[in-house]
C-alpha cells in the first residue's frame, strides 16, 4: 500500500497544457485500468475529473483528459485557466477492493 | 441532489475513540459501496477504508487495520467510522466518499477534522 509517486509541482501559462504524472507498480496503476484523477481547491473537497484512465464525468470540460502506459498514468490539462490552479491527485485500484492515493501535484498557472 | 455531509469530528487523546458519521441524501444510499478518506493538514489524500454496498464487504488501509471499523445503516441512510486507540498521526480531514462510477468516488463531503492530542 505504498503511495503512488507525483511530482509535488507543475506549472504552465495561460491557454498552455500541461502534462502530470503518475507512478506506481504492476500492483496498482499497471495492473488495473481503473486510475481516476481528481481536483482540489484550497478548502475544498476533492473533485473527480477522470475515472477508468481516460474516462470523464458528465460536466468535466474536454480540456482534462488522462491516459496510462504501463505502470504511469498521466493527465494532462489543455487550454490551461486561471480556475485551474489547485491540487490533482491520482489514485488506482490496488486489489481486495483498497485504493491508493498519489502524493499530489500542485499546478500553478502561471 | 447528491449530498454527503460528515459529522462527529473533534480533539481526542491519544489511545481515545470517536464515532465519525455520514448522512447521504439524494440517491439510494444501498446501492453504492462508500468510502472514508482522510487527508492530514497540509497532507494528500489517504484511503482508509471501504465498505460494500449491503455491508458484507469490508477493506481497510494497513495503517488502521485493528483499530477502525467501517459500518452502514442503509434505513439510515448513514455511513459510520468507529475509530479506536487514535493516534497523533491519525489526525486529519475525514471525508465520506460515495463510489459511484467504477473504483472512483464521485461525490466528497466537506469533510469532519479529527485531532488527536494531549
Known amino acids: 500500500q505504498s503511495a503512488l509517486t507525483q511530482p509535488p509541482s507543475a506549472s504552465g501559462s495561460p491557454g498552455q497544457s500541461v502534462t502530470i504524472s503518475c507512478t506506481g507498480t504492476?500492483?496498482?496503476?499497471?495492473?488495473?485500468?481503473?486510475v481516476s484523477w481528481y481536483q482540489q481547491h484550497p478548502g475544498n473537497a476533492p473533485k473527480l475529473i477522470i475515472y477508468?484512465?481516460?474516462k470523464r464525468p458528465s460536466g468535466v470540460p474536454d480540456r482534462f483528459s488522462g491516459s496510462k502506459s504501463d505502470n504511469t498514468a498521466s493527465l494532462t490539462v489543455s487550454g490551461l485557466q486561471a480556475e485551474d490552479e489547485a491540487d490533482y491527485y491520482c489514485?488506482?485500484?490496488?486489489?481486495?477492493?483498497?485504493?491508493?492515493f498519489g502524493g499530489g501535484t500542485k499546478l500553478t498557472v502561471l | 441532489e447528491v449530498q454527503v455531509v460528515e459529522s462527529g469530528g473533534g480533539l481526542v487523546q491519544p489511545g481515545g475513540s470517536l464515532r465519525l458519521s455520514c448522512v447521504a441524501s439524494?440517491?439510494?444510499?444501498?446501492?453504492?459501496?462508500m468510502s472514508w478518506v482522510r487527508q492530514a493538514p497540509g497532507k494528500g489524500l489517504e484511503w482508509v477504508a471501504t465498505?460494500?454496498?449491503?455491508?458484507?464487504?469490508?477493506a481497510y488501509v494497513d495503517s488502521v487495520k485493528g483499530r477502525f471499523t467501517i459500518s452502514r445503516d442503509n434505513a439510515k441512510n448513514s455511513l459510520y467510522l468507529q475509530m479506536n486507540s487514535l493516534r497523533a498521526e491519525d489526525t486529519a480531514v475525514y471525508y465520506c466518499?460515495?463510489?459511484?462510477?467504477?473504483?472512483?468516488?464521485?461525490?466528497w463531503g466537506q469533510g469532519t477534522l479529527v485531532t488527536v492530542s494531549s
Open positions: 466518499a460515495r463510489a459511484g462510477l467504477p473504483m472512483a468516488r464521485d461525490y
Open positions: 439524494g440517491f439510494t444510499f444501498n446501492n453504492y459501496w
Open positions: 465498505i460494500k454496498d449491503d455491508g458484507s464487504q469490508r
Open positions: 504492476s500492483s496498482d496503476v499497471g495492473g488495473y485500468n481503473y
Open positions: 477508468e484512465v481516460s
Open positions: 489514485s488506482s485500484y490496488a486489489g481486495s477492493n483498497s485504493l491508493v
